[in-house]
């Protein structure tokens, strides 16, 4: 049997080893977290692709004799490669937490229409 919680924000239902309830208004407040979180990832990949550039010749120029740090392009290439690598791990949880806020907001969506149709049907019954 189903039925509208105290305050008739969520779902409950009955299920043969007990109960539990959806908090539709807790889905929500996942959902607005994980836009910020959405945003802040934004912010995040912006600076690392544009506020992270090391220039070339910013260590030193290796090519002139007698440079005092020739350990500069190394430095350089690995410097890239770290950038590029942190990009990726951005974008990749970005993806990760973008898929989940949409399949929360379907969760929501779903658990919104049963809730809706038990009170169409708790209406109509009596």
Known sequence: MAGLGERGE???????????????????????????????????????????????????VVSVPGAKFTEAAALHIAHDEMKKHLEEIVDHIHGLVDEFGTKTRKTHGAYQDQDAAVKASMAGGE
């Open 10 to 60: 969520g779902l409950d239902l009955a299920m043969a080893s007990g109960q539990y309830r959806v908090d539709l208004n807790a889905l929500d407040g996942v959902v607005t977290k994980l836009n910020a979180v959405i945003a802040d990832l934004g912010e995040a990949h912006t600076s690392s692709c544009y506020s992270t550039n090391l220039a070339a010749g910013a260590l030193g």
